[in-house]
Every structure is written in structure tokens, then in C-alpha cells.
């Protein structure tokens, strides 16, 4: 199995900054794509950030030129660095992950969920 550690949350005014961290762990082979969701309380969850193993990314609009996901590889650890924040950031922000695992053995691939990290932007 993958587990996934969030941290990096809190309570922030708006225009500030807060970096977000998840670092996989298990009986990981490889990871594929890493990203950043999100839910407000009241929506459904929604795609932040993707990154893939070789550093391409995909970034909702919403966020684009403020929010920045990198990751290093050997860690297995993903980030977020969320700049100018606005008060409709505020939200529980997931850590996802696409894992080669070796079971008993054996390959195959997961989707892994980090258990969330909230963050409150104040306006």
C-alpha cells in the first residue's frame, strides 16, 4: 500500500503565502503523476495541480500564476507553493498519487489520497 502525509496547512490572510508537502510511503516501485485537489466545504472535489515524473504540469485556471507544483523524485514528495491567496482558496487540499506497489511479490498500480490539509484564506 501508499500512504500519503499532507502537511502544510493553516490560516493565512489573503494576499499571503503557504507551501504545502506530501511525502508517499510504502512498497512503492515508482510513482507516475503527483497533483493537488481540493474541496470547499459545500463542492465536490476539484483538480488543483498536476505534475508528472518528468515535471510536466497541468494547473486549473483558477490558479495559474499563483500556485506552483514541483516534486522530488527520490523523496517522493510532491509540493505546492500557493502565492497570493484569495479567500475562495480556502479549502481541504488532497495530495493524489499514482503508484507502482510491490504486493507479495507482485506489481501493480494504485491511486493513493493523502487524508487532507485545510486551508483558510481571511479576506
Known amino acids: 500500500q501508499v500512504q500519503l502525509v499532507e502537511s502544510g496547512g493553516g490560516l493565512v490572510q489573503a494576499g499571503g503565502s503557504l507551501r504545502l508537502s506530501c511525502a508517499a510511503s510504502g512498497h512503492i516501485a515508482s510513482i507516475n503523476g503527483m497533483g493537488w485537489y481540493r474541496q470547499a466545504p459545500g463542492k465536490e472535489r476539484e483538480l488543483v495541480a498536476t505534475i508528472t515524473t518528468g515535471g510536466a504540469t497541468n494547473y486549473d485556471d483558477s490558479v495559474k500564476g499563483r500556485f506552483t507544483i514541483s516534486r522530488v523524485n527520490a523523496k517522493n514528495t510532491v509540493y505546492l507553493q500557493m502565492n497570493s491567496l484569495k479567500h475562495e482558496d480556502t479549502a481541504v487540499y488532497y495530495c493524489?498519487?499514482?503508484?507502482?506497489?510491490?504486493?507479495?511479490?507482485?506489481?501493480?498500480?494504485?491511486?493513493?489520497w493523502g487524508q487532507g490539509t485545510t486551508v483558510t484564506v481571511s479576506s
Open positions: 493524489n498519487a499514482n503508484a507502482l506497489v510491490v504486493d507479495r511479490g507482485w506489481y501493480r498500480s494504485l491511486e493513493a
